[in-house]
């Protein structure tokens, strides 16, 4: 127990008295978490929320030009310009700006399309009450999208999407009215049968639910999703410095000397261990304090910790194990300082791609969607996705935090192998 | 009555993976309790992996080594409290100081505190390194380090003292108070083995020295015995380039 003691008091000494070192392992991570959370937060804004410039030219003045207008100056989805630098857009006038980047998409509605809408309906209306088609003019026509290059193609969807709304809503108006109409010289009108009027509300509704176990007003935001993904990521670096910690005891020679005292080896990998977990759990600690108190300093939502901190606890345990385990594995494989920084940051930056930290794991193809399921970053992220926005407790975490336990136990048991093979010459 | 035997070593090899030839190849020899054995030869020659072998880094390919009475490869737990190693490179924390390291070593090697704080205070004061204690390693000179170096080694007071070029790029000062402590602590009853490029040094510190080449043992004796042997020889030196050869080695 002393020679523990005194291993662990050494390692804390090292760690102490590299500041540079020091200054990586805390400073690094609270920079990636604002910067990551904060473009993060723009993507999430960009979609979602407002701020999206786009163009309207409605050569239709009708009906359904109108309610294209109307709808989309009352959608938080974008704002809607239909002027161009003070003079009203024409298609010229939106090619050029869409493409000199000044809005992303530009609409145009051309002239007649209300019309194009009534000759259709009352086509089909015709048809269907074996009456004669009377009906002169087109019976189509084309709203033109002009869609700069860098817009997201979801975005592009969505405004597609209300398009159609519109257009839907519009028809069944004209069809409703049409009907009206051609029903009414059916009937005599000694009958008396007033007819209706059309008040478009609509039949079928959504209601969206989060499935959660949280309750309250916790929406998935940006600081949900990055907080714990990035600090994931910065304690799985803990690594690098593992690592060269390791890589420095063998150049130094001090490896050498513990091989030859009556003392384990394993003793010193053990202290760096623990000691480089408290490093990981003060990590976690101080980047979620910064989802909790510096993000909404800044304009953004607060991080929402969910309902079981025993359960946040234990997967931050978990991913510290896991990480240092892993760190220690990479420490043994490398003969030099370089091939250890190498290895250990490029598999960390490969075992985020394919955990999830950076895209999330459900828009990836089924392959990779199987690889991720072995990466320890999913793990972890997983779990912290399940504490914070499914509100799940730490009996969900268990499983979780096993396979983070089992991969730290890999990781020292071919540890312990390749030591022997080594020493073996 | 001769002394009795603290190292035997018979017909070890040592090939590592890949190379072409042994590192050392069917060696045997034995060391005497209380003697300053020298291993000396030129760079590659097999003197490290001798050590390394008889410190139980690795295992001999072929072969045996006693230490102590003790098989060294099922004992090696017993034969590590017995030894001492004091690396060619500077096994130190350079950002702790002088004592920590001390301290931490003396523990590794499981000193009693009380003794441990005696003992490191004791060979501060005799390497005159008292002043320096509480500085980092960082800040010293390699005369200082190599002091420390040694000092990490001996806390446990090894019955066997291993050194692998103990004085490599130190001052004259320094290199006179290491040897002179070392001398002391062969008087005091330890064995000392040891590897060294400065074979004047070897020829007044050493009662034995083995010349070793290409993982052969070419000659063993007593220094002035071997100068004496070969003709012509003034010196140790001399003795070592007429075996050795002047081709210059990798």
């Excluded at chain 1, 519109?166 to 008396?192: C, H, W, Y």
């Excluded at chain 1, 977990?277 to 969910?306: D, H, K, N, T, Y």
């Excluded at chain 1, 075992?351 to 930290?357: D, E, K, P, R």
């Excluded at chain 2, 130190?92 to 490191?120: C, H, Q, S």
Aim: hydrophobic share 45%; net charge negative; charged share 20%.
């Amino acid at each position: 127990m002393r020679q523990l003691l005194a291993a662990i008091k050494k390692e804390t000494l090292l760690l102490v008295r590299d500041r540079i070192g020091l200054a990586i392992l805390f400073i690094m991570p609270m920079v990636l978490i604002f910067v990551m959370t904060i473009i993060q937060d723009a993507a999430f804004r960009t979609l979602n929320e407002q701020g999206i410039p786009i163009v309207l030219v409605n050569a239709d003045q009708d009906s359904l030009g109108n309610r294209i207008e109307f709808g989309l100056s009352n959608t938080d989805l974008c704002v809607l310009h239909t002027e161009i630098d003070g003079e009203i857009a024409t298609l010229e006038t939106v090619r050029k700006a869409v493409q000199e980047g000044q809005f992303l998409i530009g609409i145009i509605i051309p002239e007649g399309a209300t019309d194009a809408i009534e000759n259709n309906v009352s086509s089909l209306v015709s048809a269907s009450l074996g009456m004669e088609d009377e009906t002169v003019g087109a019976q189509s026509a084309e709203i033109q999208l002009i869609i700069d290059p860098v817009a997201a193609k979801s975005f592009v969807v969505s405004i597609t999407s209300r398009l159609r709304e519109f257009i839907s809503g519009v028809k069944a108006r004209i069809m409703f009215e049409t009907f009206n109409t051609q029903i009414a010289e059916l009937i005599p009108e000694d009958l008396g049968v007033e007819t209706g009027t059309y008040n478009g509300e609509p039949i079928i509704t959504y209601a969206e639910e989060y499935a959660s176990e949280l309750t309250g007003d916790v929406q998935p935001n940006a600081v949900q999703h990055n907080v714990p993904a990035w600090t994931i990521f910065s304690m799985f670096f803990i690594v690098l410095p593992l690592v060269s910690s390791m890589m420095k005891e063998k150049e130094e020679g001090t490896v050498f000397r513990f091989h030859t005292i009556p003392t384990s080896y394993f003793l010193q990998i053990i202290a760096k261990i623990f000691v480089y977990i408290i490093v990981c759990m003060m990590q976690f600690f101080l980047m979620i304090s910064i989802g909790l108190f510096a993000l909404p300093l800044i304009g953004l939502p607060e991080l929402e910790l969910g309902n079981s901190y025993s359960g946040i606890l234990l997967i931050a345990l978990g991913c510290s194990i896991a990480a240092t385990g892993y760190g220690v594995l990479v420490g043994t494989l490398a003969t030099t300082q370089q091939q250890g920084s190498i290895l250990g940051s490029l598999s960390i930056l490969v075992l985020s791609a394919i955990g999830g930290i950076w895209v999330p794991a459900y828009i990836m193809p089924d392959t990779m969607r199987t690889l991720s399921e072995m990466s320890p970053l999913h793990w972890g992220l997983d779990g912290f996705y399940g504490l914070f926005l499914r509100g799940e407790g730490i009996g969900d975490m268990i499983p979780h935090f096993l396979k983070m336990l089992i991969f730290f136990v890999v990781c020292i048991g071919l540890t312990i192998g390749v030591q022997r093979f080594k020493r073996r010459g | 009555m001769s002394s009795p035997t603290v190292i035997q070593i018979e017909n070890i090899s040592k090939s590592y993976a890949g190379a072409e030839f042994p590192a050392v190849n069917n060696v045997s020899f034995s060391i005497q309790k209380n003697e300053v054995f020298g291993l000396l030869g030129p760079n590659g020659a097999g003197k490290t992996t001798i050590i390394s072998l008889l410190c139980g880094l690795f295992p001999p390919s072929s072969g045996k080594i006693t230490i102590n009475g003790s098989d060294l490869q099922s004992e090696l737990s017993k034969v590590k409290n017995e030894i001492g190693v004091v690396p060619q490179d500077i096994a130190l924390y350079p950002t702790l100081t002088g004592r920590e390291n001390l301290e931490f070593y003396g523990t590794m090697y499981k000193v009693a505190k009380k003794d441990l704080k005696e003992r490191i205070d004791l060979w501060l004061e005799k390497l005159e390194m008292s002043k320096s204690a509480d500085k980092r390693v960082s800040s010293y000179s390699g005369g200082m380090k190599r002091r420390i170096n040694l000092i990490a080694g001996i806390l446990h007071n090894p019955s066997i003292l291993f050194l692998d070029e103990p004085t490599v790029g130190v001052d004259v000062q320094s290199r006179a108070a290491i040897m002179l402590h070392l001398k002391e602590l062969n008087a005091s009853g330890m064995t000392i083995i040891y590897t060294s490029h400065h074979l004047e040094e070897a020829e007044k510190f050493c009662t034995d020295v083995a010349i070793i080449d290409n993982g052969h043992i070419i000659t063993r004796g007593n220094p002035i015995e071997l100068i004496n042997e070969n003709e012509g020889c003034k010196n140790l030196e001399e003795v070592f380039l007429k075996l050795t050869k002047i081709k210059l080695r990798d």
